[in-house]
């Protein structure tokens, strides 16, 4: 039995099951939490700096490497921030297309997560191995799902992993309607396994453990908000895009390679499915708002662990909405608008599957990239995880190492956290 003031650390040396090299340590005296990192170790990835002096054009291929995951988010946020920089618009067919690949980077982001990396949480397994054996038809039908979307994003971006056909006014090749109309039993198909999806995962058990969270995420009037918007947040007012950096400032800590963000004023704050879902629930199309309504979802929900069946319900949306824009394609007479290059300054934010992410480029009038901002939404989410694990770790004080363990690792997984993306600043130790 530990006495009242015994201290002890416990650590996970390495997050498993996410996506980047991360671990956790907890400092207890006690019943009572001392100190609580999440300690981001993966090795900083520098893109802002290597992409000073690069014609514009090039970013958005550079921006693809910083994630395998979601490639097709840092590409067209790049591609806004910098059209809005030149001052081009692209044609309305091309924003289409846009929202209908990231529709495509959603289900297969979402899929992966949902049942190869926080499902053996709940289903008893260590790892997806396990889960492919425990539960085959499962995992079976999680791979099919992911390969749906990786169908979509394959045809509109050239490829299934960092797309090449994505540009700064346009496509560099367009599809063809046929193309696209092919995929539609397929997509038909997925949206009916994301709604079973949405099932299996509403019946899995939840820890009673809702938080008082402040919400942030696009949103916009009249669709469920992914390029376009408005950064809304569920305890402040609107904020315009280019005054992203000033409401939410970053700061370096000395555990960890990724910025930490903030609201100025309030602290931390959460971006992902969890903020999109309640602060755009009334978007959602009816099948997406039905099996949140089956699943006994409904906003606002402020229980991390049920970040689950949010994506879930976010992929019956994605699958809905990419079959209602491929009815809706005809090709433009171009398949991009001409960009010339003259010095200015451009935003962007757009919905990652993890959720706002945040592209600024200051360019000269050669189209050289002066200055490069890249905000990821793990960093934003970093301080409000480290949150949790506080609130985690006071909840289950008295249970033994192993179990207070596993508990800190599958709230940090609630996160579905991109290490890879976030990493992106260097702890520099200053002698005098």
Known sequence: MRTSNARKTVAVDCLTRIEGEGAVRVTLRGD????????????????????????????PDFVARICGICPVAHQ?????????????????????????IYCGEWIESHAL??????????????????????????????????????????????????????????????????????????????????IETARLVAGFEFPDFDLDYEFVALSHPEEYAILAGSVMS????????????????????????ALHSRTHDRGSY?????ARFNL??????QAAREAAREAKLAAPCRNPFRGIVVRAVETVFA????????????????????????AGCGQ??????????FHQYKIDERGLILEAEIVPPTAQNQKRMEDDLWQVATRFARLPNEALKEQCARSVRNYDPCISCATHCVVIDRVE
Request: with cysteine; proline share 8%.
């Open 32 to 59: 009572q939490v001392e100190d609580v990192q999440l300690r981001v170790f993966e090795p900083p990835r520098l893109f802002e700096a290597f992409l000073r002096g690069r014609h514009y054009s090039e970013v």
């Open 76 to 100: 067209l946020t790049s591609i806004q921030a910098i059209e809005r920089a030149l001052g081009i618009e692209p044609d309305p067919a091309v924003v289409l297309l846009r929202r209908l």
């Open 113 to 194: 997560h949902i049942y190869m990396l926080q499902a053996p949480d709940f289903l008893g397994c260590p790892d997806a191995i396990a889960l492919s054996r425990d539960h085959k038809a499962v995992v079976e039908q999680g791979l099919r799902l992911k390969k749906a979307g990786n169908q979509l994003v394959a045809i509109l971006g050239g490829r299934e992993i960092h797309p090449v056909s994505l540009k700064v006014g346009g496509f560099h090749r367009l599809p063809s309607v046929a193309s696209l109309r092919g995929l539609s039993d397929e997509l038909r198909w997925a949206r009916d396994a994301a």
């Open 234 to 257: 569920s305890k402040g007012e609107p904020v315009e895009t280019k005054d992203f950096r000033k409401q939410f400032p970053e700061q370096q800590v000395k555990h960890s390679h």
């Open 270 to 274: 959460l971006v992902g499915p969890l």
């Open 280 to 285: 755009n629930f009334a978007q959602l199309p």
């Open 319 to 342: 699958c809905e909405e990419a079959l209602a824009l491929i009815a809706r394609y005809e090709p433009p007479e171009t398949a991009s608008v001409p960009a010339a290059a003259r």
């Open 348 to 357: 962007s934010v757009t919905e990652a599957p993890r959720g706002a992410l």
